[in-house]
């Protein structure tokens, strides 16, 4: 199974965190620092994958973010790419090109997308169409626009 | 602020994210956020009640808060109210925050279980999958002890959604992981098999993980999933690249599911059913076959993709081992991965090797790769794909290429990376152990390895060659002359130093008659390095020279000058000075005779694990040396030991790993260096610190207020736990995803001695690691108050507590000791807790001490057998049971294991106990595939009790 997935930015800006194993607050931050140091460390053109303790760490940047899973020893590495690449591919389609500030700014959106995708370490549904018409029809649970623009704004 | 593209977006979530981004300074951030923090504040104390956009916005943003890296301590009472709420926006919001924030223990669980119940019925999915989902993230036991009964129903059920089956299947995979004793196979197990059937794509995918995990635990329950799983399997392989819609990932049909279905395999050896089997090679010879087709794509994807499914496929062909064919494709397909121009290929192609290395089929293909594995080992840019040729040398190394790999390490550790120094020295310590054939090689290897990468040379490695060393005398001569060669070198490491202060100190006279190692001349040899050294170094240097003054009388006076000195005699450290007044005082006043016997020759070292092993293992953690490598290491080490023998005790006391010379607890502490021919003085004193900080640890214990949490009820599955044990006596009791815990025990007459080996089998260390053993029925005594526990003043069980921190992939052993005081009928109860992660992990298991360990067989003569029958003739006095045989009815399998003296079908056989006043008589009846066991004894409890538990081992 996949026990984290943590997005963060060049300057080792953490922009999402998904743990799929509970641990305590302290252990969680201290993995963060670990893996933003690691990850930002790597030179250019070396192999995306780390031997981390009994993790493999699986990262890969797209843009000005890295996206870095950690997976159990007995899993595929390439397969966990995939899985990375898969959700960018997801929130791609959602946002339209997505990029860094959407992640910022909708990063509930972020989650639940992945929810849709990953669940508890496994990966739940592979095929984009299914995943993207998920969130599509919880969107239209939501308010409209105008709904939107009448909200106060502090 | 870019405008929100679809939905619904929160404005001032959105306005309060672009106010933190345009903060200049940390200071500034802080101040920002402590300003909303106090406005949320006043909004959920005020009066007024909130309406639902309000209280989601504001949870919104203290989510945003917590992520980015400051602690939240309000607001969850806010999120459960959105539970409730029927807007999905809000619900949704409600169930991230307490997804990201909420951890296991909470006090909240109950009315989030409650909010959750709510959704799992409302029949809608949507809001199901959301409440499943939480389950999943939070998979707290209270969860688990709620809805593990509930979950299974809605995944078989027929009415159940696609996308609710998906993450009903995946929730109760993380339920089963937590609480494993929680989720009881029954009905849905055989269904849920059958959704590897499933029309559905997405639900075969989410459905496998669970059925993987399942027949991990218990495989013959779902043996029926293999031919389900190769079928599924071939059709997924066989299918064109568009057949699966949008299954099919950048050409590729369904990678994970295919992976996930060779997975699945691994979880059982090849199928027995030919047809299933032919099946099944059909598939991987394919999957191999496709890996040499030209690719469909340019894309990295495609080729990620079809390589995931082609290193399953391999590990699969791995896993069964026998098919040698299939094992020297995949060897030549690796090998072609090798020199591929993408590094994660290579990465992979090597750690894939490793496996492939260790099978008896492939091993010599592997071999002929050496060449560009030496070559990564030397070119690759990247550190880790270096570490994985590193170790695909050390996995492929045997005796006709060990020279060869020694040498090519050796020369990599001069430019190695920091990071895996020692764990390279390790490896190059123990292939040169191994594969030693005269041992002036060995000696050299070690000696190289301490001059190119001293510092990361541990003891273990020093201690070792030293060990080697004395116990084989064709190598000492050659040893001292190399060491002393090595120490002249302007500057030498302080292992080198050590080592050399030690060989000399034993063998220098090997080497005396050589005018240029004059005896003399190692003496000042040795002793000019003296200064430059530590504490520790010293005092072992200092055991050399009362060593040498036996070897060479014609340096006594000048070593009793150098002890006599004001820097030793008077040293301010008080080792250094006890070790010089003694020295001299015993070079002066002991006669030559007395001498000589004081500092005689070291004795053999007994043979054991290398220590070194034991400290790769530690490193890389439990699994990652096979226990093959074990067993051969185990018989070249006798070979290395020079036949020294094995002591009788060896084989059962399990072997204390780290401790090398094997002195540590039976040392003195603080013992007079001079006592016994004591070179390894600082070993001893290394065991001082050892004891007295246990000891520090006892106190801390009982300072301690005991944990107030109650101890778990024990395991359903315990009884089968215990019947497992009847006539074991080692094992494994217990083991979930977090811990393992071995059991070896002994017993005589009415003693027992049981050890528990508790193993970390994660990365993570476990805190507050207690264990308690208790009677049922009776109050609960805590062990950590070293006192002798009454257990239902049956038995007596002592012991000692366990270290409260048990790190990352170590193992702790605990010892009782346990006295049969008179007959009994529940086993004492063993309580663990410990915290791992967020929680508090609670358990409680039987020990698998039962009556009849203490019982012993007897044979006696038929006459003496039906007088004593007859004795025995009230009712109560006999127990009998009729039932059908579980195994096989192998006579000799059943005496050892009933440890019946003479054949079963004779009725006639006594158990006795020493301690208990109670003969107990056996007879065994057997008719075809029918047992009747019968069991007389003067005390009724005692017969029905020792009968059920007989029974079960038939």
Redesign the interface.
């Known amino acids: 199974?996949m026990r984290f997935l943590l997005l963060f930015s060049r300057q080792g800006r953490?922009r999402?965190?998904k743990w799929f194993?509970?641990?305590?607050?302290r252990?969680k931050?201290k993995i963060i620092r670990d893996m933003t140091t690691m990850v930002l460390s790597r030179?250019p053109?070396?192999?995306?994958?780390?031997?981390w303790?009994?993790?493999k760490i699986i990262y890969k940047r797209y843009a000005s973010l890295y996206f870095c899973l950690a997976i159990e020893s007995?899993e595929?590495?390439?397969?966990a790419?995939?899985v990375i690449?898969?959700y960018v591919e997801l929130l791609d389609k959602?946002?339209?090109n997505v990029c860094e500030?959407?992640i910022?700014?909708?990063?509930?959106?972020a989650?639940?997308i992945l929810?849709e995708f990953l669940?508890?370490?496994?990966?739940?549904?592979?095929?984009?169409?299914?995943v993207n018409r998920?969130i599509d029809?919880?969107?239209?649970?939501?308010?409209t626009l105008e709904?939107?623009?009448s909200?106060?704004?502090? | 602020?870019?405008a929100?593209?679809?939905?619904?977006?929160?404005?001032?979530l959105?306005?309060f994210?672009s106010d933190i981004?345009n903060c200049k300074s940390k200071e500034a951030e802080i101040k920002r956020i402590n300003k909303e923090l106090a406005n949320i504040r006043s909004k959920f104390k005020g009066d007024k009640a909130l309406d639902g956009?309000s209280k989601k916005k504001y949870v919104?943003k203290l989510?945003?808060i917590f992520?980015l890296?400051h602690?939240i301590d309000f607001g969850h009472m806010e999120a459960v109210n959105l539970l409730s709420s029927n807007?999905?926006?809000e619900k949704?919001?409600g169930y991230?925050f307490i997804s990201?924030l909420v951890?296991?223990n909470s006090e909240l669980i109950r009315l989030i279980n409650n909010a959750i119940k709510n959704d799992l019925s409302s029949r809608n999915p949507?809001f199901m999958c959301l409440a499943?989902?939480c389950i999943?993230?939070?998979?707290?036991r209270e969860m688990a002890e709620a809805f593990a009964s509930e979950i299974p129903r809605i995944l078989v059920a027929g009415d159940t959604m696609d996308?609710v089956k998906?993450?009903a299947a995946?929730?109760l995979?993380?339920l089963y992981?937590t609480s494993p004793d929680l989720v009881l196979m029954g009905e849905w197990t055989s269904r849920v098999v059958h959704l590897l059937n499933d029309q559905h794509?997405?639900v075969v995918?989410?459905a496998i993980?669970l059925i993987t995990c399942l027949s991990q635990k218990n495989p013959d329950e779902f043996k029926t999933c293999v031919s389900l799983a190769v079928s599924r399997l071939s059709r997924i392989v066989s299918s064109a690249s568009t057949d699966l819609q949008?299954?099919t990932?950048y050409f590729v049909p369904?990678?994970?599911?295919s992976?996930k279905l060779l997975?699945l395999l691994q979880c059982y050896p090849p199928p027995e059913d030919g047809a299933v089997k032919g099946r099944l090679v059909e598939c991987l010879e394919t999957i191999l076959n496709k890996a040499q087709e030209p690719p469909k794509s340019k894309k990295v994807?495609h080729s990620?993709?079809k390589?995931?499914i082609l290193?399953?496929a391999i590990s699969l062909i791995i896993h069964y081992d026998s098919e040698p064919n299939l094992l020297v494709r995949a060897c030549n397909q690796l090998g072609q991965f090798l020199q591929h121009r993408e590094?994660?290929l290579?990465?992979?192609a090597l750690e894939s090797m490793c496996t492939l290395a260790s099978s008896e089929f492939s091993h010599e293909a592997v071999k002929t790769h050496i060449e560009t594995v030496i070559n990564a080992l030397k070119t690759e840019?990247?550190v880790?794909?270096r570490?994985r040729a590193a170790d695909l040398l050390y996995a492929m190394c045997d005796r006709s290429n060990a020279k060869q790999i020694v040498a090519e390490m050796l020369s990599y550790l001069e430019t190695a990376d920091y990071s895996i120094r020692e764990e390279m020295v390790l490896k190059v310590a123990i292939l040169a152990e191994k594969y030693a054939v005269d041992y002036s090689w060995y000696v050299d290897t070690i000696l190289n390895l301490i001059r190119i990468a001293g510092d990361y040379v541990s003891e273990e490695v020093w201690y070792r060659v030293i060990q080697i060393v004395i116990n084989r005398d064709d190598v000492q001569g050659y040893a001292a002359k190399t060491v002393f060669e090595a120490l002249q070198a302007p500057a030498c490491h302080e292992n080198m130093v050590k080592v050399g202060g030690y060989i000399l100190g034993e063998f220098g006279n090997l080497i005396a008659g050589d005018p240029r190692s004059s005896p003399l001349v190692q003496f000042n040899l040795l002793h000019s390095k003296f200064h430059l050294c530590s504490v520790p170094t010293r005092a072992l240097l200092l055991s050399a020279y009362i060593k040498f003054i036996n070897l060479f009388p014609e340096t006594k006076t000048t070593i009793q000058e150098v002890l006599r000195c004001d820097s030793q005699i008077r040293n301010s450290d008080v080792e250094l000075q006890q070790r010089a007044v003694e020295y001299l005082k015993l070079s002066s006043i002991a006669s030559t005779d007395v001498l000589a016997t004081v500092l005689e020759e070291m004795p053999p070292f007994p043979e054991r694990e290398s220590s070194i092993l034991a400290k790769l293992k530690k490193k890389k953690?439990p699994g990652a040396v096979s226990v093959t490598e074990l067993e051969d290491n185990k018989r070249e080490g006798g070979e290395l030991n020079g036949g020294a023998d094995r002591g009788p005790d060896s084989a059962s006391t399990p072997s204390p790993s780290g401790d090398l010379l094997g002195i540590r607890a039976a040392a003195p502490i603080g013992a007079a260096p001079a006592s016994a021919g004591s070179l390894l003085v600082d070993v001893f004193s290394e065991a001082g610190i050892a004891v007295s900080s246990a000891a520090v640890n006892d106190e801390g214990f009982l300072s301690s207020a005991p944990p107030s949490e109650d101890p778990a009820p024990p395991l359903s599955v315990a009884d089968d736990l215990l019947n497992k044990f009847v006539c074991k006596n080692n094992g494994v009791l217990f083991e979930n995803q977090l811990l393992q815990i071995g059991i070896k025990s002994e017993y005589r007459q009415n003693l027992g001695r049981m050890y528990l080996f508790y193993g970390n089998k994660?990365?993570?260390q476990f805190a507050s690691f207690t264990t308690t053993v208790s009677c049922p029925g009776e109050l609960v005594y805590s062990i950590m108050f070293l006192k002798f526990l009454n257990c239902c003043v049956q038995l007596n069980v002592q012991t000692k507590p366990v270290e409260p921190l048990v790190e990352?992939?170590a193992q702790i052993q605990q010892v009782l000791n346990i006295e049969c005081l008179t007959d009994f009928i529940d086993a004492p109860l063993l309580n663990i807790k410990f915290r791992y992660?967020?929680?508090l992990q609670n358990l409680t298991l039987k020990l698998p001490v039962t009556i009849n360990k203490f019982f012993q067989p007897t044979e006696m003569a038929s006459q003496d057998f039906f007088q004593r029958w007859k004795q025995l003739s009230q009712p109560q006095q006999e127990a009998q049971k009729i039932f059908k045989a579980n195994h096989s009815m192998d006579t000799e399998v059943l005496k050892a294991k009933v440890r019946l003296p003479s054949p079963i079908c004779k009725p006639r056989h006594i158990l006795h106990s020493p301690c208990i006043p109670v003969g107990c008589i056996v007879c065994v009846c057997v008719c075809p595939q029918m047992y009747r066991l019968t069991l007389r004894c003067s005390k009724d409890l005692v017969s029905q009790r020792l009968c059920d538990l007989l029974a079960e081992q038939f």
């Open positions: 199974m953490l999402l965190q194993t509970p641990m305590m607050d252990e931050k030179q053109r070396t192999c995306n994958f780390m031997q303790k009994d993790l007995q595929n590495e390439l397969l790419l995939e690449h898969r959602y946002f339209g500030l959407d910022i700014f909708n990063f509930e959106k989650y639940f929810d669940m508890g370490g496994e990966i739940q549904e592979t095929s984009k169409q299914i998920s029809a919880s969107d239209m649970l939501q308010e709904e939107y623009m909200k106060p704004a502090f | 602020m870019p929100v593209s679809k939905g619904d977006g929160m404005r001032g959105a306005v994210i981004r956009y919104c989510l945003f992520l890296g602690d807007k999905y926006t949704q919001i991230l990201v951890n296991s949507t499943l989902h999943a993230n939070v998979g707290s996308s998906q993450s995946l929730c995979l993380r992981k794509m997405g995918t989410a993980s949008d299954y990932y369904a990678p994970w599911l992976c997975r994807q990620n993709a390589n995931a290193f399953e590094t994660n290579r990465y992979l840019r990247d880790s794909v570490q953690g994660t990365s993570v990352g992939g992660g967020g929680g």
